[in-house]
């Protein structure tokens, strides 16, 4: 059982639901996942074989995590936008944030004041919506 104490108040029970959700869902390609807040994030689990230590990957997210917060102004206006009554246009409220890139990709998922990131090796997208998913059900919960 996790005991540690997590810098945005995450309870440890619910940062082990989101690394077991994710990685059910992603299995070996995932590289990392990241819970964060506004002000505050936690690393809740990086691959074996990427950084030396826990330090290094909180340098290195920390970088990501400083972008992506964004999303928590962005997701009310892509929901709005995405449920304007415009009949047959509309794409329907926003669910989660798929970032490609040369070797990976950056999923970010938002619920509340709660945000989360997963990193993956390159992968089949359609493994991104069954995990996200799962973190959705653990941060809703």
Known sequence: MND??????????TANELVSAARTG??????????????EFDVLYVRGDLYGDPEAARDAKSRLVAIERSGF????????????????TSVGPYRFTVRFHD?????RLIEGDSGVLL?????????FEEAA????GVLSA
């Open 4 to 13: 540690r104490q997590y810098r945005t108040g995450v309870a440890p029970a």
């Open 26 to 39: 992603l299995g070996d390609t995932l590289r990392s996942i990241v819970h964060f807040t506004p002000a």
């Open 73 to 88: 102004a962005e997701k009310p206006l892509r929901t709005a936008i995405g449920e304007e009554s415009l009949g047959r």
């Open 103 to 107: 070797d990976g990709f950056v999923v």
């Open 119 to 127: 990193t993956t090796d390159e992968m089949d997208v359609r493994a």
């Open 133 to 136: 998913v799962a973190v959705r």
